[in-house]
C-alpha cells in the first residue's frame, strides 16, 4: 500500500497595493502661495497661479543648508506645453519645469536646471508639491 499523497499547500496570497489613480487629461487650475522647512533646515516657497493650464504666476525657492539655494521665476521661462502636464522652458538654458496633478497633490518638478542654482544646490534639489487638502506644500 502507498500512504497518502501529501495535501497541496496554497501559497497565502498577498494584497495588492492599490496604485494611485492614472494623471487627469484635463486643463490644470491651481492657485498658492506655501512655504515650507523640514528638520534639516532644507526649506522653500511657491507661488504658483494657473487657469485652464496656463502659467499665470509661478515664483519658487529653495535653501539648502550648506549646499546653496535655487531660485525660478516665470520671466526666466515660457510656457511650451499645456497637456497632459504643463512644462516651462527656460528662454536662455536647457532648464524645464514640469507641473501636474494626481489626486489631490499638484508637483513641480525640476530638470536640467543647475544654472539656476548656487553651489551645489541642484544635487539636492526634491521636487516641490502642493497638497490641495491642506494647502501645504513639501
Same mark, same amino acid.
Given at each position: 500500500?502507498? +500512504? ?7 501559497? +497565502? ?8 489613480? +492614472? ?13 515650507? !522647512? ?20 509661478f515664483e519658487a525657492q529653495v535653501n539648502i ?12 521661462? !515660457? ?12 528662454? !536662455? ?23 539656476m542654482c548656487s553651489g551645489s544646490a541642484y544635487?539636492?534639489?526634491?521636487p516641490m508639491i502642493y497638497d490641495r487638502r ?5
Open positions: 500500500a502507498q +500512504p497518502p499523497a501529501p495535501a497541496a499547500i496554497a501559497a +497565502p496570497v498577498e494584497p495588492r497595493q492599490a496604485r494611485p489613480g +492614472p494623471i487627469p487629461v484635463r486643463p490644470l487650475n491651481v492657485r498658492t502661495e506655501c512655504s515650507f !522647512r523640514d528638520e534639516t533646515g532644507y526649506n522653500g516657497a511657491l507661488k504658483l497661479d494657473v487657469a485652464e493650464a496656463k502659467v499665470k504666476a543648508p550648506k549646499r546653496g539655494a535655487c531660485r525660478f521665476d516665470l520671466k526666466d521661462f !515660457r510656457q511650451t506645453k499645456e497637456l497632459p502636464a504643463i512644462e516651462l522652458s527656460q528662454s !536662455r538654458g536647457r532648464c524645464i519645469v514640469r507641473v501636474w496633478e494626481q489626486g489631490e497633490r499638484v508637483t513641480v518638478a525640476f530638470q536640467q536646471c543647475e544654472k544635487d539636492q534639489l526634491l491642506d494647502g501645504t506644500c513639501a
